[in-house]
């Protein structure tokens, strides 16, 4: 049932177009594994060989501590419409923050989000497709504005405080380049 691809297809493309949410899963070689759900409009294929995803402040920073140390990634969608299927893509990616470089022309890739943190940029070396059976139906009721009211109701200033204070070691205690002294 399973079948692998060197890069996405436009198959994955049109998957990937339809789904409302998108999971990330990294590790450190010791300590916990992280798998985070994510939303709204994030995540962006730009290539057969390349995810870039923009992530937004949250409660923790696992994902940038965990690439530090061990670049490894896997991005999963799970199909809740008629068409059973899970597609996971497999690679390692790099953490983009906005002090780098790079970090104004991916960011030009996405719309305007408050709370912009990290962009992740992906290079995937494999795609898979799985059976999607035991997969429950689910109808998406629309996206939720918590986060962004959130981080609007904090602003700029708050938002820096925010993230020095929740945001700078992993629940493993592994730094996570957030700022430029770490």
């Not at 300590?31 to 995540?43: A, C, E, F």
């Not at 893509?89 to 953490?95: D, S």
């Not at 109701?153 to 945001?167: C, F």
């Amino acid at each position: 049932m399973a079948k692998q691809f060197a890069g996405f297809e436009d198959d994955h493309l049109r998957l990937i177009a339809g789904q409302q949410m998108f999971f990330v899963a990294t590790a450190a070689a010791e300590g916990r594994v992280n798998l985070s759900p994510k939303g709204l409009d994030t995540l962006r294929v730009a290539g057969a060989n390349r995810l870039i995803w923009l992530n937004l402040t949250g409660s923790g920073s696992e994902t940038a501590g965990h690439l530090r140390l061990n670049p490894r990634m896997t991005v999963m969608w799970c199909s809740f419409a008629r068409r059973p299927v899970i597609l996971r893509a497999y690679g390692t990616a790099r953490v983009v923050h906005a002090r780098d470089a790079d970090w104004a022309g991916l960011l030009a890739l996405f719309p305007p989000e408050p709370g912009a943190r990290q962009i992740f940029d992906m290079t995937v070396d494999l795609v898979q497709t799985s059976c999607g059976y035991a997969v429950p139906f689910f109808e998406p009721a629309g996206e939720r504005d918590t986060l962004r009211r959130w981080a609007e109701d904090r602003g700029e200033a708050g938002l820096a405080a925010y993230r020095a204070e929740k945001n700078t070691i992993t629940l493993d205690g592994y730094p996570t380049g957030l700022l430029d002294d770490d």
